[in-house]
């Protein structure tokens, strides 16, 4: 709880673009309710009563819809990036001035590839969560909300039939994602290393043409490549399970909803414009459910990076004195068996 309360603070210097991007994400959803709403109204009343002007004028009252909500995306795909950089930039500000308190002991225990894969590539996960993470909760559970109130409004049966496979859809949903989220956290891993080999690859290239050890660093590189490559091929197999079956739960929950929806309809339960407004509202059903799967790896990806820039923010800096004490040094310096390496390499 302490570690989500520290990342939300990052929001109050940005409140206000915060709140312009919640609200733009509300008035998204409600536009995307229109549509089936307006489309089972024309079909149910206007078409058979062929009242033609009121047809138009919900036409042009959709396009307008369309226009508001064309304009709304605009500010959040821009405004909501725009705060996840400005959280991204608040924070890799205030790491690199605490880094640079850090003793020489920090440096000699971690990598250089290391630090910068902190920097660089845990605060860009950082800035996504900033951005996506409120955002597409928010707009998410709008829409699965607005949606089911929609089908229960149109047929409480059709509705519930949904409502019960949709549990089994989440649990295969979040099962796969923890597999896949796995596999991904050690191809991060990988990625660290293979940057702090290139990193001392190159910051090193002299040493290693001065003493003809091109092959020896070739080796050593090929050596992290390789274990990089298989993590990222693990991870690949994860996510290729995860899409193949979160795409055979989308296409029965149509072939369900298509098969209860046409038994209504030819018992006469439900009418023709009905039926179509249910199909549309399980389609835009699914489209949030989604985002929301898609969210849980966000946030854990999120998390794991604020976690990691949290752990160096947190350790003790080093100060240097107020009044350091002169000291006049005379003499040599030796170095005997002197010894260097990576606390964890």
Request: charged share 20%.
């Amino acid at each position: 709880m302490k570690l989500i309360s520290r990342f939300f603070s990052y929001y109050r210097p940005h409140k206000r673009l915060f709140f312009i991007d919640l609200v733009c994400s509300f008035l998204i959803s409600v536009c995307n309710m229109f549509y089936p709403m307006i489309a089972r109204k024309i079909m149910n009343d206007y078409v058979p009563n062929q009242n033609l002007r009121l047809l138009i004028v919900w036409a042009i009252v959709m396009a307008a819809i369309y226009a508001v909500k064309s304009l709304l995306t605009y500010i959040v795909g821009y405004w909501g990036h725009v705060l996840g950089v400005r959280i991204q930039g608040d924070m890799r500000r205030a790491l690199f001035r605490h880094i640079e308190t850090q003793p020489f002991s920090f440096f000699d225990e971690n990598k250089t590839g290391g630090i910068m894969s902190r920097i660089v590539n845990d605060l860009f996960e950082v800035s996504e969560l900033a951005h996506h993470g409120p955002e597409d909760l928010f707009n998410s559970v709008i829409s699965v909300v607005g949606a089911l109130v929609m089908l229960c409004l149109i047929n409480p049966w059709l509705a519930l039939i949904v409502l019960v496979y949709i549990p089994f859809m989440l649990f295969f949903a979040i099962r796969a994602r923890e597999r896949m989220n796995t596999a991904f956290e050690e191809s991060r891993k990988k990625i660290a290393e293979v940057n702090a080999e290139i990193e001392s690859s190159v910051s090193g290239v002299r040493v290693t043409k001065a003493y003809n050890a091109e092959s020896t660093e070739t080796e050593k590189f090929d050596a992290v490549n390789a274990r990089f490559k298989k993590a990222r091929a693990d991870s690949y197999r994860a996510m290729g399970m995860f899409q193949g079956g979160m795409s055979a739960f989308n296409d029965f929950l149509y072939l369900l909803a298509l098969v209860a929806g046409g038994c209504m309809f030819y018992y006469g339960i439900i009418s023709g414009p009905d039926f179509t407004a249910f199909i549309l509202y399980v389609t835009m059903l699914l489209t949030p459910l989604r985002t929301l799967v898609t969210l849980f790896e966000q946030i854990q990806d999120g998390i794991t990076g604020f976690r990691r820039f949290s752990e160096l923010m947190d350790r003790p800096p080093e100060y240097e004195p107020a009044h350091p004490v002169e000291a006049a040094l005379d003499g040599d310096i030796v170095f005997d068996d002197v010894t260097f390496g990576y606390k964890n390499a």
